[in-house]
């Protein structure tokens, strides 16, 4: 009797999992992982700029995943920039008849995406060039915005890199200090 109940507790246990295992995929599909729900933090952010620096020469937001993407714009008070146009030389908005109606599209997409008002989701639209900066919290937002054909870029408006500092062989205790003016670096050991 006891082996037929803990086979019995052990099929309704495997069929839990496959259910489950099996509504995890479709849902994957459709949203954001849990990892990628997790923002990235300023220090790894931080060390793919420059390792991508130091290695080509360069970085592109272009080129950076939408997980990585949108970690920077929540490091960033959730603030990105918007580039848009009717394709990629499309910048000056006097000389694009298209200009206010791709924006209007695009503040819509994003205030579905967003479930919230446009009007407090547009920070500024520049009234010379095809540029926006918007205020986006989810994911979701940016690789829909990134699928468009009207988005020329999407970049972190507010996101602030900082290189590390470096010590000098046999600094210690470096901090940071307020000098008249300005920041300073100072250590006990050495000066910098």
């Known amino acids: 009797m006891n082996l037929k109940a803990n086979k019995l507790v052990f099929a309704i246990g495997l069929l839990a999992i496959v259910s489950c295992s099996r509504e995890e995929n479709v849902d994957s599909d459709t949203s954001i992982s849990t990892k990628a729900r997790e923002p990235l933090t300023t220090i790894y952010i931080n060390s793919e700029i420059r390792h991508s620096v130091e ?3 360069d970085f592109l937001w272009k080129d950076a995943s939408d997980h990585f993407l949108w970690s920077a714009a929540y ?4 603030i990105l920039s918007i580039g848009f146009g009717a394709d990629n030389n499309d910048f000056a908005r006097s000389k694009s008849n298209e200009s206010r109606k791709i ?20 920070l500024e639209s520049d009234p010379y060039l095809n540029t926006m900066d918007v205020l986006i919290t989810k994911q979701i937002t940016i690789s829909k915005l990134r699928e468009s054909s009207y988005v020329r870029y999407l970049e972190p408006a507010n996101y602030r890199y900082s290189a590390p500092i470096t010590q000098a062989p046999g600094c210690r205790n470096i901090m940071l200090v307020k000098c008249p003016g300005c920041f300073c670096i100072r250590s006990d050991h050495c000066i910098i």
Request: negative net charge; charged residues 30%.
């Open 55 to 57: 290695n080509t020469g």
């Open 75 to 78: 490091h960033g008070d959730f």
């Open 103 to 122: 924006e209007q599209s695009l503040l819509k997409l994003i205030a579905e995406l967003e479930e919230a008002d446009s009007k407090y989701l547009l």
